[in-house]
């Protein structure tokens, strides 16, 4: 029987569930791959904190180099979270010989480059499935089956927290700020959760999977980036009504030498495979010249489904004689032949609150028509308030440059924008 010894970095949500995992799944391991996985050290930053799981005391070190130091010590599991002092800890780790697992997407988003070339000079291992999409299998899919393919499109649902909270207001109505609190209460939000709701958690995923996906590094700083926090009921019952599902999607595509990244609200066609994975779901779905359109779904946060993909990269890494990472140039900057557009083309939801009163509508469809952005759709939605009636439009699609122009075109007090939505099919 192998024996592996490995130190944690962190014992919270993901921590517990790692500890809990192992500890229930020990048998088998030990049964079908011959394999004993020891968890010698535990930092944390208080030892005297209560914990659900069900971890020794003595375990809890408030040290870092008793798992950063420790030659017995082969693995170090991350699961801390933030850039720094985790980073510091990661290349220490590499540097000292161990390999490493993570499930801290600011880090690797952040450092990769670093975390990589540590790890290659120091012949270990690096590894962070967790990062994206929980339970997920999404990183190895993109590094190994799925490498004979260009990919030129991904969208994905990557972010638990804000599915969680959209399905919900859309199911039930409810309000932001209550399922925002049971997303916590779940062990699914981040540790400060306005990484979830303004959309940085699902930026740093999404600059770690294009990354993989097209083969070329896509920084963090490329991925243009907006939150759900302006989101209203008002939006996703409009939507509904009009055959749409709004979701926080991270959309990926490459057109030659051109990117373009981006996370925002995007209303969905109801029967778009993605409009159905709800609550602490996600889903990836993507382009690959070879196995043409697929997607991958499963639980994308939460203890057990994250201590999942961090206990397979534990055993694998346990396993292999020779690690394997990215073939890509994995340097800060991205290549100089890159180009990271903004102006992407898509359909949008525009709301505005017009003057009930002849000629508004034409004014508003010629702010759209001296920019080239076509309607598609048209309804007006509730009754008269303050002499304005709300009006949702849907158009045909239009460069992003376009449609800014048509909105700064509108005259506030005649029409006023209440929320522009991205619309993708
Ligand atoms: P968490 O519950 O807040 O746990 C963080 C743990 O790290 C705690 O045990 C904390 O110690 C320890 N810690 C933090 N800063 C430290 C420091 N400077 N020195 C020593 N210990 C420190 O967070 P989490 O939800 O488990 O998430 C951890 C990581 O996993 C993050 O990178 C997150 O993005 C990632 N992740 C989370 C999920 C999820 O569903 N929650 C899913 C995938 C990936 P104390 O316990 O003493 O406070
Ligand atoms: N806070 C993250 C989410 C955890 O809600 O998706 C998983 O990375």
Redesign the pocket.
């Known amino acids: 029987m192998k024996e592996i010894v490995i130190g944690f ?8 569930g790692v500890w809990e995992l192992l500890q229930g799944f020990a048998p088998e391991i030990a049964h079908r791959d011959q394999l004993s996985v020891r968890v010698k050290k535990i ?5 005297n ?1 209560a ?1 659900s799981c069900s971890v020794p005391r003595e375990l809890l070190t ?1 040290v ?1 180099e008793d798992v950063l130091c420790d030659p017995e010590i082969t693995l170090v599991a ?5 850039e720094q ?2 980073t510091e800890y990661l290349l220490r780790a590499l540097q000292n010989g161990k390999t490493v697992v ?6 690797v988003a952040l450092n990769w480059h670093k975390l990589q070339a540590a790890a290659q000079a120091n012949h270990v291992g690096l590894y962070y499935e ?2 994206v999409c ?1 339970a997920i299998p999404i990183i190895n899919a993109l590094m190994t089956p799925l490498q004979a393919n260009r990919i030129t499109k991904l969208m994905g649902i990557i972010n ?1 927290t804000t599915n969680y909270i959209l399905s919900r207001m859309s199911a039930q109505g409810e309000s932001y700020d209550a399922v925002l609190q049971d997303a916590q209460k779940l ?5 400060d959760p306005s990484s979830d709701v303004e959309g940085m ?1 699902a930026a740093y995923k999404l600059s770690i999977m294009a990354s993989l996906a097209f083969h070329a590094r896509v920084p963090f700083k490329a991925v243009y980036r907006e939150g759900i926090t302006r989101v209203t009921a008002m939006d996703i019952a409009c939507g509904k009504e009009m055959g749409y599902v709004l979701k926080l999607l991270a959309i990926a595509k490459r057109d030659g030498n051109t990117i373009e990244v981006r996370v925002h609200p995007t209303f969905l066609p109801q029967n778009h495979p993605l409009s159905s994975v709800d609550g602490s779901f996600n889903a990836v779905y993507l382009h690959g010249h070879a196995c043409q359109e697929m997607m991958l779904q499963g639980r ?4 057990m ?2 201590a999942s ?1 961090v206990v397979g990269d534990i055993l694998h890494a346990a396993m292999v004689d020779v690690h394997v990472h990215p073939t890509f140039a994995n340097q800060a900057e991205p290549a100089k032949e890159l180009t990271f557009t903004n102006n992407w083309t898509t359909k949008y939801y525009i709301r505005v609150s017009a003057i009930d009163a002849p000629g508004v509508l034409s004014a508003v469809a010629g702010c759209f028509a001296k920019e080239n952005v076509s309607i598609a759709s048209m309804m007006q939605k509730g009754s008269v308030e303050d002499g304005r009636v709300p009006l949702v439009f849907i158009t045909h699609a239009a460069s992003e440059q376009a449609m800014q122009a048509a909105l700064a075109d509108m005259d506030p007090a005649v029409c006023r924008l209440e929320s522009m939505i991205r619309v993708e099919d």
């Open positions: 970095l962190g014992c919270g949500n993901v921590g517990g930092l944390v930053r208080d030892v904190k914990r408030t870092p991350e699961f801390m979270g933030g002092p985790a993570t499930a801290n997407k600011v880090a967790a990062s929980g638990g062990g699914l939000a981040e540790p958690d994308g946060a939460g203890d489904p994250t993909a």
